[in-house]
């Protein structure tokens, strides 16, 4: 089984920065690709960054690269994803998920997700 818990989200201005927060508790299962994703209303699940969490490697969707970084603190078995310089197209529900393979961009491939946390940017 795996859990994940997001947290970090809030209301904040164009040009803040948020740093998201993912708690991951494992058992019987190891995670390792870690992955964002956001949804905003009547749009669908949209890929943000990825991490393999063995190898370090990071993917990023053109939308975020060089504004977000997702980072892996293993001490705290918690994966991050630091958000700056944020628009207000950034606004969505932002999602932690888990696989037990490699990074991924693909929402299909990925089997635990988190409940979600929002962030709003407003202009």
């Known amino acids: 089984q795996v859990q994940l818990v997001e947290s970090g989200g809030g209301l904040v201005q164009a040009g803040d920065s948020l740093r998201l927060s993912c708690v991951v508790s494992?058992?019987?299962?190891?995670?390792?690709?870690m992955g964002w994703f956001r949804q905003a209303p009547g749009k669908e699940r949209e890929f943000v960054a990825a991490?393999?969490?063995?190898?370090?490697?990071?993917i990023y969707a053109d939308s975020v690269k060089g504004r977000f970084t997702i980072s892996d603190d293993s001490a705290k078995s918690t994966v991050y994803l630091q958000m700056n310089g944020l628009k207000p197209e950034d606004t969505a529900v932002y999602f932690c998920a888990a696989n037990q393979a490699s990074a991924t961009p693909y929402p299909d491939w990925y089997r635990f997700w988190g409940q979600g946390t929002q962030v709003t940017v407003s202009a």
């Open positions: 991490l393999t969490r063995n190898s370090g490697g990071t």
């Open positions: 494992e058992h019987s299962f190891r995670t390792n690709a």
